[in-house]
């Protein structure tokens, strides 16, 4: 009998309401991860998508965790939002038997340097350049809810400025001062190499940083303001992140294991409620979760007679049930059809629902005393712009949580204080953007 203690490894990431890419290259980084087979348990949280930070750890079996934020600053989410919503208390947390560690963001990891290197030479390679010609942009996010989350962005401006070969090299930001649309004005060269300090190709960096550059739609390459504009990738977009990630977690003390394959493209999935839900399942040979009808065969949408496609990898699953289109919120009712995922065990068939619909069979399954969180301690524990909500009207909240939840397998618990089989807690990112938006409006 194998009596060491289980591990898991947890990345965090913003996640989006509007393009999958966001969280997209977090769930990459799980999938290479997973194949590596460094811990028990690899799995992603975000901010803005399921899992949400506050409810991953209620997934995990394992005793000792390691966190590991791929944001590009040292900065509000680090520093105010996770520790806030996943209670830690530092760079290591004890809650009960298991030991978090917390790692540090990759933003000053050596990688990222080469990265952003590479960025400009490829750009002053493809178009012929003279480097005293070019006026460098490094654009970060920022916030000035955190006057620390611009130094990343300044470090990396830094290192380009001391080898002395450009015409410029400037910093601006998405939510702080300089503003982007700024660089016209600072930079005097004929061309500008602006380089998004974003590590996933999401609607910042499709969306909403060309936007305030003024470029054209989907163009990283146009002349604005009579400059000659080259816009980059993001820096993780097709950059393989599973170094650096192992590097940042080795440095607080997690104990990853030597890499090696797995058995099945469904191992190292969280584990939380797993022994009870195939107690069930096995006594009970199907059921329902959801929009998912569920044997011990496997998986496939409820009443789907067409279930063509057979579905080999979570890879495979996640981009059909979550691009097209794309469902940020991950137990949105009407699941794509067509699909079956074959389980040839009930291991396998835990990790397909824990795809489609994470974190959820702990929630389900994990014996526990089941608490809501009041709506009022849930916005009053917010500390960027849901603390405006802190006034919201009961008609209102009525309303907005109607229209949300009513499209949500799950059930508001927290609101209607009625049971449920499959109740929900506290109210979810989802339900905090749409009410402000409603507030706003």
Not at 48 to 58: A, C, D, G, I, N
Not at 130 to 159: C, F, L
Not at 408 to 414: D, G, K, N, S
Request: hydrophobic residues 40%; charged residues 20%.
């Amino acid at each position: 009998m194998n009596n060491r203690q289980k591990t898991a490894l947890i990345l965090l990431g913003h996640g989006s309401h509007i393009s999958p890419n966001t969280a997209g290259v977090v769930w990459d980084a799980v999938d290479n991860l997973r194949h590596m087979g460094i811990a028990d348990e690899i799995t992603g949280a975000f901010w803005k998508e399921q899992p949400h930070f506050r409810t991953v750890l209620s997934s995990i079996s394992a005793t000792d965790i390691t966190l590991v934020p791929l944001f590009t600053a040292q900065g509000y989410f680090t520093q105010t939002v996770i520790p806030t919503e996943m209670n830690l208390n530092g760079q290591i947390t004890n809650q009960g038997e298991k030991i978090i560690r917390y790692a540090q963001p990759p933003v000053y990891h050596l990688k990222i340097q080469q990265i952003v290197q590479a960025r400009v030479d490829d750009a002053i390679r493809q178009y012929q350049l003279m480097p005293s010609d070019v006026g460098i942009a490094i654009i970060g996010h920022s916030t000035r809810k955190n006057a620390s989350s611009r130094q990343s962005t300044e470090y990396q401006a830094g290192i380009l400025q001391q080898k002395g070969i450009y015409g410029s090299v400037i910093t601006a930001f998405l939510d702080d001062d300089p503003p982007i649309i700024s660089i016209y004005e600072r930079i005097d060269q004929p061309t500008i190499i602006a380089i998004p300090l974003f590590l996933a190709m999401g609607s910042h960096t499709t969306i909403d940083v060309p936007e305030a550059m003024l470029l054209p739609p989907n163009c990283n390459y146009a002349y604005v303001n009579n400059k000659q504009v080259i816009y980059t990738p993001a820096i993780g977009d097709n950059n393989d992140l599973t170094d650096l990630i192992c590097d940042l977690a080795r440095d607080v003390g997690a104990p990853l294991y030597n890499p090696h394959p797995p058995k099945s493209a469904w191992d190292y999935f969280p584990r939380g409620g797993w022994e009870a839900f195939q107690t069930r399942l096995m006594h009970d040979k199907s059921l329902i979760i959801g929009d998912l009808f569920i044997t011990i065969d496997g998986v496939r949408v409820v009443d789907d007679d067409q279930a063509t496609t057979i579905i080999t990898s979570p890879a495979m699953l996640r981009k059909l049930i979550r691009e097209n289109p794309f469902r940020p919120l991950m137990t949105a009712k009407g699941l794509p059809k067509g699909w079956f995922a074959p389980a040839s065990s009930v291991d396998e068939v835990c990790a397909i629902i824990e795809t489609v619909y994470p974190a959820l069979i702990s929630h389900l399954f994990v014996d526990e005393n089941y608490q809501t969180t009041p709506i009022n301690q849930t916005i009053r524990r917010q500390t960027g712009i849901y603390r405006q909500l802190v006034n919201l009207d009961t008609t209102m909240m009525h309303i907005i949580t109607d229209e949300i939840c009513g499209d949500c397998i799950r059930q508001p618990t927290w609101h209607n204080h009625r049971a449920s089989p499959i109740a929900c807690d506290e109210a979810c990112n989802w339900w905090l953007s749409h009410a402000l938006e409603k507030v706003e409006n």
